[in-house]
């Protein structure tokens, strides 16, 4: 229903929106959803949808069904490679065709592939059916939550059954 993010917008393709700070920025697939968002959480003195943690559940029992981290390209035509930082697992070819059953290796330090992770979320608080997906383009966002969203299934088992608390804190890296 929407996707969370720790930057402002991109004031173009070449650089990144301003950093948040503690905060997260919604964007909603549709006007109702943002509107309900900015009933449950608010807006900021510009109006923008931000918010600074709230309640969370995974909605799948399992790490791998609610997080996705690749190396990827876009380009205005969409994504052109997927990589797993050892191969590209999607690419397109020269027709412009998917190819998702053929790996190719990457090419290492000329992959255009940039960091991105996706954890999808349902937000306790938000009367939507429907997850939020919660991406990063950070390698140590990417690192951090990877561990421990692993180190809950460890503990755990069924991530699914968790009640957790998404927030920003920031660190020294």
């Given at each position: 229903?929407?996707?969370?993010?720790?930057?402002?917008?991109?004031?173009?393709?070449?650089?990144?929106?301003?950093?948040?700070?503690?905060?997260?920025?919604?964007?909603?697939?549709?006007?109702?959803?943002?509107?309900?968002?900015?009933?449950?959480?608010?807006?900021?003195?510009?109006?923008?949808?931000?918010?600074?943690?709230?309640?969370?559940?995974?909605?799948?029992?399992?790490?791998?069904?609610?997080?996705?981290?690749?190396?990827?390209?876009?380009?205005?035509?969409?994504?052109?490679?997927?990589?797993?930082?050892?191969?590209?697992?999607?690419?397109?070819?020269?027709?412009?065709?998917?190819?998702?059953?053929?790996?190719?290796?990457?090419?290492?330090?000329?992959?255009?592939?940039?960091?991105?992770?996706?954890?999808?979320v349902l937000v306790s608080?938000?009367?939507?059916?429907?997850?939020?997906?919660?991406?990063?383009?950070?390698?140590?966002?990417?690192?951090?939550?990877?561990?421990?969203?692993?180190?809950?299934?460890?503990?755990?088992g069924d991530v699914s059954?968790?009640?957790?608390?998404?927030?920003?804190?920031?660190?020294?890296?």
């Amino acid at each position: 229903i929407g996707v969370l993010r720790k930057g402002g917008p991109k004031p173009n393709d070449k650089q990144p929106g301003p950093d948040l700070n503690e905060n997260f920025r919604f964007t909603g697939n549709d006007e109702g959803v943002n509107r309900d968002w900015a009933e449950v959480f608010g807006t900021d003195d510009k109006g923008r949808l931000l918010v600074d943690g709230m309640s969370v559940r995974l909605p799948y029992p399992t790490v791998d069904a609610n997080w996705q981290a690749w190396r990827e390209h876009w380009v205005a035509g969409g994504l052109v490679v997927r990589c797993d930082g050892e191969h590209h697992v999607l690419w397109r070819d020269q027709a412009g065709q998917v190819i998702t059953d053929n790996p190719q290796p990457c090419p290492g330090r000329t992959c255009l592939a940039k960091p991105v992770g996706r954890l999808e979320v349902l937000v306790s608080d938000l009367h939507h059916m429907g997850t939020v997906t919660v991406q990063t383009t950070s390698k140590h966002d990417i690192m951090n939550l990877d561990g421990c969203l692993r180190a809950l299934a460890l503990a755990f088992g069924d991530v699914s059954r968790l009640p957790l608390r998404l927030s920003r804190v920031s660190r020294q890296i």
